[in-house]
């Protein structure tokens, strides 16, 4: 996943959050308080996209606007991303990882590990 400024991931949990797709005035108005300009979510939009973040659908003369990722996804691409630009050890990062985690989290890791061990060994 590229990386994503604020405003950026703003946009994101928006559309993450959203029942479906958004046109650039309905992002406007669930970001709320900000002071933007219409243009300026429509850039922000239009970079998403090129990031392959979103993916946008015409909806009569404007675009509706809907992740082309699921926020699970993006998050998994950003700890690859971390560990590949790390330049340690990536067992060492995932095992300092795994101490950080509350239990609940580690459960789930156990299970999806266990998981992927079983179909690997199939």
Known sequence: MPHLGELERSVMNILWDAP????????????????LAYTTVMTVLD???AKQMVRRERDGRAFRYAPAISRDAATAELLHAALDHAGTDR??????FAHTVDPAE??????????????TSR
């Open 47 to 49: 970079r998403l996209g």
């Open 20 to 35: 479906g797709p958004h046109t650039v005035r309905e992002v406007l108005d669930a970001l709320g308080e900000r002071d």
């Open 106 to 119: 580690a459960e789930a890791l156990r299970a999806a590990l266990d998981e992927i061990a079983s179909r």
């Open 91 to 96: 067992t060492a990062a995932l095992v300092h």
